[in-house]
T-cell receptor
Framework: SQQGEEDPQALSIQEGENATMNCSYK?????LQWYRQNSGRGLVHLIL?????REKHSGRLRVTLDTSKKSSSLLITASRAADTASYFC???????????FGQGTTLQVKP | ETGVTQSPTHLIKTRGQQVTLRCSSQ?????VSWYQQALGQGPQFIFQ???????GRGNFPPRFSGLQFPNYSSELNVNALELDDSALYLC??????????????FGPGTRLTVL
């Protein structure tokens, strides 16, 4: 079963624009993680935000977490063609050692 | 620092056969997790190993089994392959028993096709 649900499923923007992806989850969490995947390859960890944090930055990435709404957003500023990828949010299960992923947002950045 | 590696990159099998996929953890990591990713879907957790013991299992049948070795490398074995087993298999390593509370480092994956 999917814990996280990303929105939108697909996003197409021009280089230089900002991209915002949203993630909703169902149960209480210890942290929420965002990953990027290029063309069906391995996932690259982008950022981890803990349940007691509201906002976190890493370079051009900004992640927010609203535990009252069980939602998170990933903002990529000044996007580049190299940002074209699928982006997944993932939350850890409290008792089985697994990360539960959403279905992802496919981002296309046009040069 | 050595990243997570997986072998082989691609594999084609026929229904009913058995397959073994391999993973080498990132240096210093003692927890390995395996995920199955069908086309257009997010990764689904198969199981996790910590210090050679299974430490959690997802909703996969017993024909999916694994091993972790003393050097923390790992194998995923799938018996009696079915067409629906065609997917990208991802290995991820992390540090600590509750590795899921920390970031996981993924390998490039093995693309399995079952004909």
């Amino acid at each position: 079963s999917q814990q996280g649900e990303e929105d939108p499923q697909a996003l197409s923007i021009q280089e230089g624009e900002n991209a915002t992806m949203n993630c909703s989850y169902k149960t209480s969490i210890n942290n929420l993680q965002w990953y990027r995947q290029n063309s069906g390859r391995g996932l690259v960890h982008l950022i981890l935000i803990r349940s007691n944090e509201r906002e976190k930055h890493s370079g051009r990435l900004r992640v927010t977490l609203d535990t009252s709404k069980k939602s998170s957003s990933l903002l990529i500023t000044a996007s580049r063609a190299a940002d074209t990828a699928s982006y997944f949010c993932a939350t850890p299960s409290s008792n089985t050692g697994k990360l539960i992923f959403g279905q992802g947002t496919t981002l296309q950045v046009k040069p | 620092e050595t990243g997570v590696t997986q072998s082989p990159t691609h594999l084609i099998k026929t229904r009913g056969q058995q397959v073994t996929l391999r993973c080498s953890s990132q240096s210093g990591h003692n927890t390995v997790s395996w995920y199955q990713q069908a086309l257009g879907q997010g990764p689904q957790f198969i199981f996790q190993y910590y210090r050679e013991e299974e430490n959690g299992r997802g909703n996969f049948p017993p024909r999916f089994s694994g091993l972790q070795f003393p050097n923390y490398s790992s194998e995923l074995n799938v018996n009696a392959l079915e067409l629906d087993d065609s997917a990208l298999y991802l290995c991820a390593s992390s540090l600590g028993e509750r590795g899921y509370y920390n970031e996981q480092f993924f390998g490039p994956g093995t693309r399995l096709t079952v004909l």
